[in-house]
């Protein structure tokens, strides 16, 4: 029990009571790396969210272009041969 009271006292009268240089250093060092993690987080997300905006305007590229190629190979129909058309390409759409 003597040992373990002077051991006790011993330690803390060795422990410093403020904080080290060390212990300031490793709080500035933890502190930039969280704030370097939300940095990179968010560049993350933004280049992200760029490329869906440039994959979402090709598909609207794609698809002006496949409605002007249908128009264009279309454009011989008639009104009703068109309707004909687009009711064979529904049914054939739902499997029947």
């Known amino acids: 029990m003597i040992t373990a009271t002077l051991t006790y006292l011993f330690v803390d009268l060795l422990t410093p009571t403020e904080p080290t240089p060390i212990e300031g250093f490793r709080d500035l ?16 997300s933004v ?4 490329k869906d905006q440039t994959i979402d305007s090709l598909k609207t590229i794609i698809r002006n272009h496949a409605e002007k190629d249908s128009m264009r190979a ?5 009104t009703v041969d068109a ?8 049914k054939a759409g739902r499997g029947n």
């Open 74 to 78: 279309n454009a011989h129909l008639s």
């Open 29 to 44: 060092l933890s502190t930039a790396l969280v704030n370097q993690r939300e940095a990179d987080s968010l560049r993350a």
């Open 83 to 90: 309707m004909h058309k687009i009711n064979s390409a529904i």
């Open 47 to 50: 280049a992200l969210r760029a």
